[in-house]
T-cell receptor
Framework: DTAVSQTPKYLVTQMGNDKSIKCEQN?????MYWYKQDSKKFLKIMFS???????INETVPNRFSPKSPDKAHLNLHINSLELGDSAVYFC?????????FGSGTRLTVV | RKEVEQDPGPFNVPEGATVAFNCTYS??????FFWYRQDCRKEPKLLMS???SGNEDGRFTAQLNRASQYISLLIRDSKLSDSATYLC??????????????FGKGTHLIIQP
């Protein structure tokens, strides 16, 4: 069983579209995260949710909206996609120390 | 000043050699320290936690120097499969469990046969 699963694995879409990436963890962790890895391979935190409550919201355009329907799910919705949004987005979860990452969603905006 | 700084490399090292990386971090309030490994087009995976007392896991040894805000990783008897990007990671500025990870940009290691 995959511990942290993201869908889709690849996403190619046109500028201006709205898209969502889903993440689910079956580890029973309280905290989930979204990270972005850009073309220069730099990984940076975007959001953190603890038991469905937003904890960290880094400087991210408000076109990005995380949603956590329950503590096992943290989805990322992106409105009005831009070329600069192209990156790999990683979901992660943690019980408090130690993090498990999903396999990533490679988003390409054309 | 970057929060976590690493030499990006690449480090080209012959198989069987010993290789050492290090990184520095800027926030003295950092609580936890890790080395992660990331293979090409894969997710980061925890390699080992880092403690002031130093810790070893097989061929890998990690060390933390809080006074100098410096973290090191030593790989002995390197294998071809060690080729990857090694990410220095700190967390816990506030000590809370929900703190995210702050990554360095990674050091690219290539083990050559």
């Amino acid at each position: 069983d995959t511990a942290v699963s993201q869908t889709p694995k690849y996403l190619v879409t046109q500028m201006g579209n709205d898209k969502s990436i889903k993440c689910e963890q079956n580890l029973g962790h309280d905290t989930m995260y979204w990270y972005k890895q850009d073309s220069k391979k730099f990984l940076k935190i975007m959001f953190s949710y603890n038991n469905k409550e937003l904890i960290i919201n880094e400087t991210v355009p408000n076109r990005f909206s995380p949603k956590s329907p329950d503590k096992a799910h943290l989805n990322l919705h992106i409105n009005s996609l831009e070329l600069g949004d192209s990156a790999v987005y990683f979901c992660a979860s943690s019980p408090g120390r130690g993090y498990t990452f999903g396999s990533g969603t490679r988003l390409t905006v054309v | 000043r970057k929060e976590v700084e690493q030499d990006p490399g690449p480090f080209n090292v012959p198989e069987g050699a010993t290789v050492a990386f290090n990184c520095t971090y800027s926030n003295s309030a950092s609580q936890s320290f890790f080395w992660y490994r990331q293979d090409c087009r894969k997710e980061p995976k925890l390699l080992m936690s880092v403690y002031s007392s130093g810790n070893e896991d097989g061929r890998f040894t990690a060390q933390l120097n809080r006074a100098s805000q410096y973290i090191s990783l030593l790989i002995r008897d390197s294998k071809l499969s060690d080729s990857a990007t090694y990410l220095c990671v700190v967390t816990g500025y506030s000590g809370g469990g929900a703190d995210g990870l702050t990554f360095g940009k990674g050091t690219h290691l290539i083990i050559q046969p």
